[in-house]
């Protein structure tokens, strides 16, 4: 029987199924529950050791005698600290020690209770990794966040420059109940190395023989600049005859569909054949939310992550492999599958999961295409990126966060950039009058109204030439506030949190000598955009887009009502 804490059963099942089979450790009762779970599991063999000064060292001896990691568990207080003369000589010499010390509740940490001190960061200096678990992990989330952490200390560990991590686990009382028949059937993460190209072939083998296979790529700017473009178009026609590829704008590698978010509106939930078994995530982060709700619907799949660093980034929650191989890799191996046969027929997947997701998408697709908002935010983008078209060989586009890049995925077409790393509104301008500064091309910003009016900064500058302009939605607050359910019906919604405003750009303009022009409608609309697009000026020049945030809101809803209509038709 094992210890009824699940965070101590995760940990357990995770150390056997990473082959830590060695554990020294030490007395004490705050980890009682992990010695009884190690000493419980038919795979792990324990090592009394009492002083824990010296059970660092002999678990480092073993480390290096048998070439495999080793454990050593403590329990909690300064029983910690005396294993700081091993950790740092593990971490030197790259020794995978993994060091998992018990730690009481947070809540009590500098309350005067018992050993009691801040664990979590100790031996910060002298480790790859260091996590502290959730101390229940007593519903879906602190399980699956329990395991990743697990998970991402012991690939830390076992990398090939790997060495000692730390896992500290709070635990709360009672502490002696060991009515736990059985470990969990918990998920185990894997690390693929690079080996010349070897684990770039192994993924794209995987593709090919997955029934419903799945690329998902999220952001891109340069990693895909060593894969030319036959290489590229090659490697895509293989995914699309064989499976799903969902893209975003900020993928910015061209491809047959982006309109991801709304072909997930138009299915409205009605997905289970839409359901892959096979993931391949390539990229950074995605803008949509509805695309991440879906991938952590798909339970049972093989989620393979391609990246460069081997660093875990869960977004599915369901990830199962990590491949040290950068996507470029994947792209060139995919291709030469089309080398090897006379006509991609030879290898193209007929199925109906493949026939739906096509038809909805290409309805998605067209909806949006055929789509003519009323002047709004909505129209205002699809009228810049209509017009872009003509100009994106010469050009530049930022778009800011929130609204702004939810619009460009609705209409943009060729690559644009985006602050989307961390998602933060408050240098949107400041970056995109900072990239304009280092090229002679024209820079287009699109940029929502509190972004803009945060970061007005960016236009305070000598630097700055005529190459900038600026395209500023401005419906007096936080337009995405409107999209979220629920919110409307508090009090604090327009105040508070939207932050509504009645400020204009004008002032600001003139006191920066900015150029500045006015859209109220969809015919002055037009023509800012035009003069932006088309006029010489020495200095930045803004288009103020002024609109009704009600008339916004009714646009998307509106759009949402016919991505739903034609979903329904196609299901």
């Not at 804490?5 to 554990?23: G, P, Q």
């Not at 000589?89 to 010390?101: K, R, T």
């Not at 027929?345 to 009323?374: G, K, M, N």
Request: net charge negative.
């Amino acid at each position: 029987m094992y210890s009824n804490k699940k965070n101590v059963n995760i940990l357990t099942a995770l150390l056997a199924e990473h082959h830590v089979c060695d554990a020294v450790v030490c007395p004490g009762s705050r980890n009682a529950p992990i010695v009884h779970n190690l000493n419980e599991h038919p795979d792990i063999r324990c090592y009394p050791v009492t002083d824990e000064r010296s059970a660092g060292f002999y678990a480092l001896g073993m480390a290096l005698a048998k070439r495999a990691p080793v454990a050593v568990c403590v329990t909690s207080g300064t029983a910690l600290l005396n294993l700081a003369p091993a950790v740092a000589e593990a971490y030197y010499q790259q020794v995978p020690l993994v060091v998992i010390s018990a730690d009481r509740p947070q809540e009590w940490i500098g309350q005067l209770d018992g050993q009691t001190l801040p664990q979590g960061h100790c031996l910060h200096d002298f480790v790859k990794r260091e996590v502290t678990l959730p101390v229940d992990a007593a519903n879906p989330s602190e399980e699956w966040h329990c395991n990743r952490l697990v998970n991402e200390a012991l690939l830390a560990a076992l990398r090939p420059a790997g060495g000692p991590v730390h896992i500290n686990v709070p635990i709360a009382e009672p502490l002696f109940e060991f009515s736990t028949e059985a470990l969990p059937r918990t998920r185990v993460i894997r690390r693929l190395a690079d080996q010349g190209g070897d684990s770039a072939d192994i993924v794209s083998r995987w593709w090919m023989e997955a029934k419903r296979p799945m690329a998902v790529m999220g952001q891109f700017f340069s990693e895909l600049a060593s894969c030319d473009l036959e290489t590229r178009d090659a490697a895509f026609d293989v995914m699309e005859a064989r499976g799903v590829v969902l893209t975003e704008t900020l993928c910015n590698v061209p491809t047959r569909f982006t309109r991801v978010d709304e072909a997930l509106v138009a299915v409205d939930g009605n997905d289970e054949g839409l359901l892959p078994d096979f993931i391949l995530y390539l990229g950074g982060t995605l803008v949509s939310k509805r695309l991440r709700h879906f991938l952590r619907k798909v339970d049972g799949a093989r989620v393979v992550m391609a990246c460069p660093d081997g660093e875990v980034a869960d977004v599915t929650m369901h990830l199962t492999d990590i491949v040290e191989v950068s996507p470029d890799q994947v792209l060139e191996s995919l291709a030469a599958w089309s080398h090897g046969v006379k006509d991609l027929s030879e290898i193209t997947l007929h199925s109906d999961y493949l026939r739906r997701w096509q038809q909805v998408l290409e309805r998605a697709q067209q909806v949006v295409d055929d789509f003519e908002p009323p002047f709004s935010q909505m129209a205002a983008v699809r009228y810049f990126e209509q017009q872009f078209e003509d100009f994106y060989d010469s050009c530049s586009v930022h778009y800011a966060n929130s609204s702004a890049i939810r619009l460009a995925n609705l209409f943009a077409e060729h690559p644009v950039h985006c602050n989307r790393g961390v998602n933060g509104i408050d240098g949107s301008l400041s970056t995109a009058a900072g990239f304009s500064v280092a090229t002679d091309d024209l820079v287009f910003c699109v940029v929502g109204d509190l972004s803009f009016f945060y970061d007005q900064n960016a236009l305070w500058n000598q630097n700055l030439r005529g190459n900038l302009r600026i395209i500023l939605l401005n419906n007096g607050r936080g337009g995405i506030f409107q999209q979220l359910p629920g919110l409307a019906k508090s009090p604090a919604c327009d105040h508070l949190v939207s932050a509504c405003h009645n400020t204009r750009a004008q002032g600001i303009c003139t006191q920066n000598d900015i150029g500045y022009l006015l859209a109220t409608d969809m015919q002055q609309l037009k023509m800012g955009v035009m003069t932006l697009m088309t006029s010489t000026h020495s200095r930045p020049v803004v288009l103020e887009v002024v609109t009704d945030p009600q008339e916004d809101a009714a646009a998307l809803r509106q759009l949402h009502h016919l991505l739903q209509t034609a979903g329904c038709q196609s299901i």
